[in-house]
């Protein structure tokens, strides 16, 4: 292994061809969301085919970044060894504006802080190879 290969720090998500394009945006810190063009909804995570109405017509368009919490969870024991320095740390479920669902990290607050409806935006953590991988902040932060 080259000596100039940066360590990971994070679980790096493995790229598939439905995920593509999310992780090529991410590289310039855009969160994107496939948009089904039959329904008129949005789709998380990505796939092949709409979940609501099977149609495989679907198109990759910006988010807001703006959601609010859905139920949150502090982590003590570190899920994975790449966490082992992160505890505690807030696993959190987030409700796009969109109207879609994600896990994420809450950071930039204390855990304990993080709270179900709170309104957060998204915030982002460099990965080795150039993506980024969203986590959420919240969104009374001032830049
Ligand atoms: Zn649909």
Known sequence: ??????????FE??????TAPFWEATRDKQLVLQ????CQKAIFYPRAACPGCLGDTIEWRPATGFGR???VSVQH????PFMADKVPYA?????????VRLMTNIVGCEPDDVAV??????????LTDGRHLPLFEPSALAD
Not at 91 to 99: K, M, N, P, R, S
Not at 117 to 126: F, I
């Open 35 to 38: 948009w089904c063009t039959s």
């Open 13 to 18: 998500p493995p790229v598939s061809d439905d």
């Open 91 to 99: 696993v959190a479920l987030v409700d796009l504006d969109e109207g």
């Open 1 to 10: 292994m080259a000596h100039d290969t940066p360590t990971p720090t994070r």
């Open 117 to 126: 409806d709170m309104a957060v935006r998204v915030t982002w953590e460099p």
């Open 69 to 71: 919490v859905h139920a």
């Open 77 to 80: 024991k570190p899920a994975n």
